[in-house]
């Protein structure tokens, strides 16, 4: 076996392992919006609300904490919108708490179904033909960019730094990219397999690492879902305009099953 295979099947192995933590997203069993009028929200303890600002939480004689803290009183959580999310705990699931234009509650459950009936991710078979090269074309100044996102009326803004230039099968193509979480660039996609074997909506390629000249590996074996592919109670953007690239990338991870 190749070292390229047997790589790409620790990775596979790895994020298989990371879909199936206790408190990922496989665990969500549901997603709240919140509004101005303090309220419950089926059987998430406690009485929740939000401002233009901030969103609120009354626990009510419940037994809350967060960051290892018992809540007594009203706590307000001020978030970045399209930011990472925060979490209070409730004996043993996880509340998120998260700023998606407003602010919503999701409970992540380790006694999930989703959870409970993860099987795996179908993926293609790993071919050394689908790691390309391309060259990184930063902006004079990042843009930031509006995307619209699985939920229908919801939109992300993520800052586009450049775009990644590269060939395939003699032509030219470009994809705008997404500043990586850690380090790096995220490039969001869709292909003329989206909806046929992969997930119609989206799927990403992350750069780890920048050349000095501004040269990339783009691993399409590496492509990923987003969480909506395997979730009901996700936000996920949906690629930049023009981020559909005309070809069929037989590579990376499928639709799960």
Same mark, same amino acid.
């Given at each position: 076996m190749s070292n390229f295979v047997s790589e790409w099947q620790d990775w596979h192995t790895r994020r298989e392992q990371d879909?199936?933590?206790p408190y990922g997203w496989l665990a969500l069993t549901s997603l709240d919006w919140l509004d101005e009028t303090p309220r419950t929200y089926g059987d998430v303890p406690g009485v929740w609300w939000q401002d233009q600002d901030a969103a609120y939480v *009354? /626990?009510?004689?419940k037994d809350l904490t967060y960051t290892g803290e018992p809540i007594t009183?009203?706590?307000r959580f001020e978030l970045i919108n399209s930011g990472p999310g925060t979490r209070v705990i409730a004996g043993d699931v996880e509340i998120e708490v998260a700023r998606r234009s407003g602010y919503l509650i999701?409970?992540? *459950? /380790?006694?999930?179904?989703a959870l409970q009936d993860f099987r795996g991710v179908p993926a293609y078979e790993p071919k050394?033909?689908?790691v390309l090269?391309?060259?990184?074309?930063?902006f004079d100044e990042p843009r930031p960019t509006t995307v619209g996102a699985v939920v229908e009326g919801l939109s992300h803004v993520y800052t586009v730094p450049g775009i990644v230039r590269f060939e395939f099968d003699g032509q030219e193509h470009t994809l705008a990219a997404f500043n990586g979480k850690i380090q790096g660039l995220t490039l969001l996609f869709t292909d003329a397999t989206s909806g046929v074997t992969t997930y119609a909506a989206n799927r990403e390629v992350r750069i780890p690492e920048i050349a000095e000249d501004g040269t990339v590996t783009i691993d399409f074996t590496r492509a990923l879902n987003l969480p909506c592919a395997f979730t009901e109670f996700a936000t996920c953007p949906l690629p930049p305009a023009g981020n559909n690239l005309p070809f069929a990338v037989e590579a990376g991870e499928k639709t799960p099953y």
């Open positions: 879909l199936a933590q *009354d /626990p009510q004689g009183g009203v706590r999701r409970v992540h *459950d /380790p006694k999930a179904k050394p033909e689908w090269q391309g060259k990184y074309e930063p």
